[in-house]
């Protein structure tokens, strides 16, 4: 009797373990397909990257430093757009590719992520589902390959991640304050519609939690570094002299990279970081918000003198700005910043100015060579450390239209997508090739 109870459940028990065994098989088997559900799409054209720049300054609020209401409209077309430059700022594409659909109260998106070719294709596909609900998009389910995930599951996994990042993560903090700032999103098929407080202040310290996010602790260090070598140069200036060239900071501030390269260190790092902290230094910005409070409290406050590029300070800015900006998020960000920027002052402030956009573009074309790779990086080193005068590397703008108004930019130039326009800044960028700064650079 012993001996067939104890048959019996192993009977039982074989299946049950085979099961359990090959559970983690299936669900990798229903969750990878060798198919993606969304394709890449082909790289962005001319037009599209217009567009782009103009959801980005209609999405500006017109004064940045004041809390205000602001409401954004997009369709579909435009979200699909924007989430596609989003992905290729990130360095994700040709591995991922997402799309968004809209329907009456729910947005629903898919991803398709490559996780390789090396024996078959194999792509993770998730299908995520958002219901409207007053101010708020409601995670509503989730299926990932032909496997659909349980909603009690999903909550659960969900509450469990919240409460995690609550108590840990002062970025995830910052987004649940940003969220309480939304006052109400409307999902229909035609667009989206979200009303919300521009809270400038909460902006700035979700900008600079995501930059410490990106920031290496090595990195942090050659930081406070660099900071440290423009405080003791700004503090050898004479007393004075009320301004001085930006070629008083980037020689010296070189030279130091030249050594360090030499001795070792990862010259693309070294660059890197010594556009952000001089970029923070002329643009009279905070160091905390590259390496965090208790780091910078351990640092002098460096004296401030003006520095200029042309006799002009914000030329200079302008400059650095771009320049840090490329070294750490790229030259296509930047250079569509520079231009939003500069349609941005056309409709706001200032006006259009060409001048500002050459110095924005001779900061990107500084900064991409300076990190393009390590070659690059020395070469470029050498090169900024041996600068004779600012003409070595920014070409004269007086001649420039400055100061256009959106309407008097559009009466010459139509729209930023024009022939004429993409003409004036192909003539800029020749300029600025031509500098001796970056003549004969090697061809990636």
Known sequence: MATLLSKSLVQLLRPLLVLLVSAPLVLMILSVETEPTVSNSAPFNQDELSQIEQLLLDGAPQSPQSMSLQRLQLNADELNLLLRYSIGVMDRSPRWAARLALNENTLTSALSVNLGQRLMPLFLNLQMEFIGSGNLLKFASLQIGKLKVPEVFLQYALSRIRASLESSNTVYQDFNLLLSRVQQVTVSPDRIDVELVWDPILISNISNHAQQLFISDQDQQRIMDYYRRIGAIAAAIPSDLRAVSLNAFLVPLFTAAVEKSRSGSD????????????????????????IG???????????????????????????????????????????????TKEAYDARYRSGFSFSDLAANTVGVTMAGHSTRDARS????????????????????????????????????????SSEEYQQRLSEIQELINARPLFRDLPVR
């Open 293 to 339: 409070v208790e780091l910078a409290e351990s640092l002098p406050n460096p004296k401030l003198i003006e520095v200029r590029l042309r006799r002009r300070q914000d030329l200079a800015q302008h400059l650095v700005a771009m320049a840090a900006i490329t070294a750490s998020a790229g030259a296509d960000l930047a250079q569509m910043l520079a231009t």
């Open 377 to 416: 990086a020395r070469l470029m080193q050498e090169r900024l450390a041996n600068l004779q005068n600012e003409a070595d590397y920014m070409p004269t703008v007086g001649n420039n239209r400055d100061g256009l108004s959106e309407s008097d930019f559009n009466a010459i130039y139509q729209n930023r």
């Open 267 to 290: 010259p693309v790092a070294e660059n890197r970081t010594l556009f952000q902290a001089l970029a923070i230094y002329i643009n009279n910005e905070n160091i905390e918000q590259l």
